[in-house]
T-cell receptor, first 116, second 112 residues
Framework: GAVVSQHPSWVICKSGTSVKIECRSL??????MFWYRQFPKQSLMLMAT?????????EQGVEKDKFLINHASLTLSTLTVTSAHPEDSSFYIC????????????FGEGSRLTVL | GEDVEQSLFLSVREGDSSVINCTYT??????LYWYKQEPGAGLQLLTY?????DMKQDQRLTVLLNKKDKHLSLRIADTQTGDSAIYFC????????????FGSGTRLLVRP
């Protein structure tokens, strides 16, 4: 099946620094990618939807200046957590779909961010 | 608004069947999904059902959809210890570019 890969799988950073997480579709062209955030023992919350070549659409309550999303190509989307703080520590998961996906989404393995 | 509800926890014995239930509120859902998440891992798509179907079977998995009651269930036959995980149901809507709304997840514990 289709593969979506995230990198890094785990990152630890100091408070105030910025962290970039990559999401790649390895064997298909992802016209749309989604970024989710998951707190421990909780569900996934959709943060934003990104379409290749256009600005991301953020869900209500998500700070777009804090969570920068770039979808510059059909196989790569990046999430940059700017000036990270401990409350940004979370599990971030991306998913991707192609135009022919018929509603199927393929998820990355997730990236765990720990901000000290 | 959109809302997807699941029970939080289910414990079964190995070899028994597990039934995980989910209710949703948005009647415009096109696809409904079941995902499995193992500790520290991303999501694995188990199965999905189109909203005009009542049932879908895939090996040990049976999905039942009651569109009138907006109720979705996942039955796992002959549950194994390797099935222990968190199971999320999710719905997607055509007019939302396939974005998913997830339930809170049901933690399944399979006892030997």
């Amino acid at each position: 099946g289709a593969v979506v890969s995230q990198h890094p799988s785990w990152v630890i950073c100091k408070s105030g620094t910025s962290v970039k997480i990559e999401c790649r579709s390895l064997d298909f062209q992802a016209t749309t990618m989604f970024w989710y955030r998951q707190f421990p023992k909780q569900s996934l919350m959709l943060m934003a939807t990104s379409n290749e070549g256009s600005k991301a659409t953020y869900e209500q309550g998500v700070e777009k200046d804090k969570f920068l999303i770039n979808h510059a190509s059909l196989t790569l989307s990046t999430l940059t957590v700017t000036s990270a703080h401990p409350e940004d520590s979370s599990f971030y998961i991306c998913s991707a779909t192609s135009a022919a996906g018929a509603g199927e989404l393929f998820f990355g393995e997730g990236s765990r961010l720990t901000v000290l | 608004g959109e809302d997807v509800e699941q029970s939080l926890f289910l414990s079964v014995r190995e070899g028994d069947s597990s039934v995980i239930n989910c209710t949703y509120t948005d009647s415009s859902s096109t696809y409904l999904y079941w995902y499995k998440q193992e500790p520290g891992a991303g999501l694995q798509l188990l199965t999905y059902i189109f909203s005009n179907m009542d049932m879908k079977q895939d090996q040990r998995l049976t999905v039942l959809l009651n569109k009138k009651d907006k109720h979705l269930s996942l039955r796992i036959a002959d549950t194994q210890t390797g099935d222990s995980a968190i199971y999320f149901c999710a719905e997607s809507m055509m007019d939302s570019s396939y974005k998913l709304i997830f339930g809170s997840g049901t933690r399944l514990l399979v006892r030997p």
